[in-house]
């Protein structure tokens, strides 16, 4: 994510002194920092304790506990995690919390322009996947549509007839115990063809530094920001896009897409798990 532009005046955190905001969302600001004893570039991320929910909260206490006790090189890793009291604007000082991690080997630009090397690749969804509007649009619903669809037909049962209810119910109880394939070969083919269309379908491009870093017996993990509710921005890393020389790739999405019919059946054969620390772990260990 390309950097904003630099703060009008020096920011220091503790050991750390802001350079710039690389993002955020309503909650957190991410900064590009510098150690001011080793040189080292790390990221900030501040958040806004005040603005958080109770879930949220929690789902930030997770975070930190998880980051604190693992130590793997694939791994973002945890420095230090600063609070403090002020009420700081984003162009004075901080507010709340701060969140310190390393940042791999990140902004070289700064001292060099940057050079592809041999090992660079560049995806581009429309020119890989030509596609149209007609397929991008039945693409788009059968990806995000089922929910509004699920919805839609809920409340339509307060038209229906009594028997007709009963049917209506049963069918999506039927969907909702119907055992996942994860395998189906219609199910995979239907996975690629919602992959394929939705690179084309939003301009997406993919931009690797280093393709021969990537080893098909060697787990990583990728992580991007900003991101929703639903994981859209997956796409160009799917395995069923085919961009990224990795098998069994995965992504780890909102819970309650488990619990809907018809999407849980979808969004398995794309690929995604329920964002658990159980399932992360296990996706972890088997690589």
């Known amino acids: 994510m390309a950097a904003m532009p630099y703060l009008s005046e020096p920011v220091t ?3 750390y002194m802001l350079k710039s905001k690389l993002g955020g969302s309503s909650v ?3 900064w590009k920092a510098e150690s001011k004893s080793s040189g080292e570039l790390v990221g900030v991320k501040q958040v806004f304790l005040s603005k958080l929910n109770k879930h949220l909260a929690n789902c930030l206490d997770c975070e930190l506990s998880f980051l604190s006790s693992v130590n793997h090189p694939h791994i973002i890793r945890l420095l230090h995690v600063l609070q403090l009291n002020q009420n700081i ?10 969140a310190i991690r390393s940042s791999a ?7 060099q322009t940057f050079t592809p090397g041999p090992g660079y690749r560049q ?4 020119n890989e996947f030509p596609s149209n509007i007609l397929h991008g649009t039945l693409a788009y619903a059968l990806w995000i549509g089922f929910m509004q669809f699920n919805v839609s037909v809920l409340f339509s ?5 009594f028997s007709k209810i009963l049917l209506v119910v049963g069918i999506l109880a039927g969907f909702f115990v119907l055992p996942i394939d994860e395998n189906s070969k219609f199910g995979l083919r239907l996975a690629s063809y919602v992959c394929r269309h939705m690179a084309s379908y939003f301009p997406t491009t993919l931009h690797v530094e280093d393709i021969n870093d ?12 900003p991101h929703s509710v639903l994981p859209i921005g997956v796409v160009p890393l799917a395995e069923r896009t085919g961009f990224m020389p990795l098998p069994k790739l995965k992504c780890l999405t909102s819970s309650p ?4 019919p018809f999407l849980k059946h979808l969004w398995t054969w794309l690929g995604a798990s329920p964002a658990t620390r159980k399932n992360f772990c296990s996706l972890l260990g088997n690589g």
């Open 13 to 15: 955190i503790g050991d």
């Open 28 to 30: 957190s600001i991410v």
């Open 89 to 98: 604007e984003e162009k004075g000082i901080f507010s709340k919390a701060v």
């Open 105 to 111: 080997s990140e902004d070289r630009a700064e001292k």
């Open 123 to 126: 995806f581009s969804g429309r």
């Open 157 to 161: 049962l307060i038209f229906l007839p």
């Open 214 to 225: 990537f080893h098909p017996d060697r787990a990583c993990v990728f992580g991007y920001e």
């Open 257 to 260: 897409v488990f619990y809907t």
